[in-house]
């Protein structure tokens, strides 16, 4: 099978799916290009719970379900789930278990185990084709709620440390420049996400987490603490601090340790709620050490891979320009890699400043008769509103080398010298070739192969007579390789008699044998000893005397 994904039939791809569905104006509130990624951040106020009431069309879970029907994020990190006593529907808070299941009910209905009846309000009877069927619920909790990241794409472990999840991480104390730690009081989660090699250059990695609440000093203490351990372990962990090495100052408590970085078209994308609003807080807080690390403006401490500074968004809500995400205070952010993802647009969500012309229709007639306009909705849904980003990523995986024929010996050629040259058609960006000739068409029986030739040819060595052989060439580059057309030839030698190669032995292969052996051809030289010597002719007459069968 050939393996490659050529750059511009993939661009093409892109382009003939991009639709313009972002017009807020007109009511439409989806992606402009279908190819660009959707981050949602929400903390949802306990509303996502397995005792809530599923099956109310006016109350928390119902708004939540429209709102997240409405926007469509291809990944929704969610805060303050799974608080039962929180949402005044029970106690305690769910088990990693039973808020999975109450995840499925939440996007796709169906009975429910925790409550009795069937969930009537769910993602899907509003959206029928959305889902996010990969969910991660973080074991780390505060014994209230839980951390949560759902995706449209599955995890999978990206930096070879077998996981593809993280509910928190420890850093030591040898750490520079940080006091080290972890990621807070409820845990800061990370999920590798594996993105379609078809659309995607790279892949994504997503961080969630709900920092600790308060305007105490130790409050304010708790929430730089964790931040600076969120934002070591990214630029140590995942980018190796500039360098190809995970974890270079070995301070991070991880078994096994990862082997490799996270690819260059692999950005980390962060957020949560962070419980401090950058815009008043007077001092370095959450999310500028998300984004910048210990220092500002510096090319080589920054959360980007290549050590400058991320971006931590200051969305607003989008027909009044309201920047709080909570209050009069924006406490939930999106922050990400810069260099590599790109932000379309970024707002906030908040139904109440939607004129009702301009209301999602998923959640218009949201609310009480007669005002049933779908204003309310946030108002329900939760206390926070949520923050939307689409990110441009590097798309189309980068290209193979393109698709190349062999030439000679053709397929099923005969009558080949044991010493013959090979040849091939050059293959597009390859960067070198790759010869395997073997006695079985599976390739296992090797008796040559050589790499890497620079040439579209080779002088293929060390055959012997009458015998069917099978060859392959591989294109490589960095990205890969790429398999000749056919993938396999045949072709069959002949003995060393017949030396004017007609395919038949006669007394006039002897003239031949003379002119081969004057001109020290290597086909003279048949005993195989490397040198066309006088006694050659003793090995000519024996080979002249056995043919092939």
């Known amino acids: 099978m050939t393996r490659k994904a050529p750059f511009a039939l993939l661009a093409a791809t892109a382009a003939a799916t991009t639709h313009a569905q972002w017009d807020p104006n007109n009511a439409e509130w989806g992606k402009t290009e279908a190819t660009d990624i959707r981050v949602m951040t929400w903390n949802v106020e306990d509303g996502i719970c397995r005792t809530a009431d599923k099956d109310h069309t006016t109350n928390s879970w119902a708004a939540l379900v429209r709102i997240v029907a409405a926007m469509q994020p291809d990944v929704l990190i969610i805060q303050e789930a799974g608080d039962n006593s929180g949402n005044n529907t029970g106690s305690g808070v769910d088990s990693v278990a039973n808020l999975t299941t109450t995840l499925d009910l939440f996007f796709d209905g169906g009975p429910d185990p925790f409550e009795g009846g069937n969930v009537t309000q769910y993602v899907k009877l509003y959206a029928p084709s959305f889902d996010l069927p990969h969910i ?21 472990d990206l930096n070879g440390d077998t996981r593809a999840t993280v509910n928190d991480f420890f850093v030591g104390s040898n750490a520079t420049p940080i006091s080290g730690g972890s990621g807070g009081i409820r845990g800061y989660q990370f999920a590798e996400i594996d993105l ?19 305007g105490s000093s130790s409050d304010f203490s708790q929430r730089l603490d964790a ?101 009069s205070s924006k406490l939930d952010y999106l922050v990400w890699q810069d260099s590599i993802a790109q932000r379309r647009r970024s707002f906030i969500f908040q139904s109440a ?7 999602p229709p998923e959640i218009a007639n949201f609310g009480f ?25 590097p798309l189309g995986e980068a290209p193979t080398p393109g698709d190349f024929n062999l030439l000679s010996p053709t397929d099923g050629a005969t009558k080949q010298g044991v010493f013959l040259t090979a040849s091939w058609e050059a293959a597009d960006d390859a960067d070198h070739y790759e010869i395997t000739v073997a006695t079985d068409p599976g390739l296992t029986n090797v008796v040559y192969t050589s790499t890497p030739i620079l040439a579209t040819s080779a002088i293929i060595v060390g055959l012997d007579t009458c015998t069917t052989y099978y060859w392959s060439i591989l294109a490589h580059n960095g990205n890969g390789f790429t398999e000749s057309t056919p993938a396999v030839a045949s072709f069959t030698t002949i003995g060393y008699g017949d030396q004017n190669n007609d395919g038949v032995i006669t007394p006039t292969d002897f003239s031949a044998w003379v002119s081969n052996f004057n001109a020290m051809n290597p086909t003279a030289d048949v005993n195989q000893d490397g040198i066309v010597t006088p006694t050659d002719f003793s090995a000519w007459v024996s080979a002249f005397n056995a043919n092939c069968p």
């Open 136 to 156: 991660f619920v973080s074991g780390s909790s505060d014994n209230f709620n839980r951390n949560v990241i759902l995706s449209r794409w599955p995890f999978a």
């Open 353 to 359: 400043e939607v004129p009702l012309g301009n209301m």
């Open 227 to 327: 931040s600076e351990n969120i934002w070591y372990y990214v630029r140590y962990f995942y980018n190796g601090n500039g360098t190809a090495t995970p974890d270079p100052e070995n301070a991070i408590s991880t078994v096994p340790n990862p082997t490799q970085v996270l690819g260059p078209n692999t950005p980390v994308i962060m957020g949560g709620d962070l419980n401090e609003d950058e815009q008043t807080n007077g001092r370095r807080g959450p999310a500028v050490w998300f984004s910048e690390g210990p220092t500002g403006g510096d090319s080589t401490t920054g959360v980007d891979t290549d050590g400058s500074d991320g971006i931590y968004d200051q969305s607003s809500e989008f027909f009044s320009g309201d920047l709080d995400t909570q209050g």
């Open 369 to 393: 008769p007669p005002a049933n306009n779908g204003a309310l909705t946030s108002s329900f849904a939760s206390d926070h509103f949520p923050v939307i980003s689409d990110f441009i990523v």
């Open 196 to 214: 379609p090699n078809d659309t995607y250059t790279g892949d994504l990695v997503i961080g969630n987490g709900h920092l600790k609440a308060g």
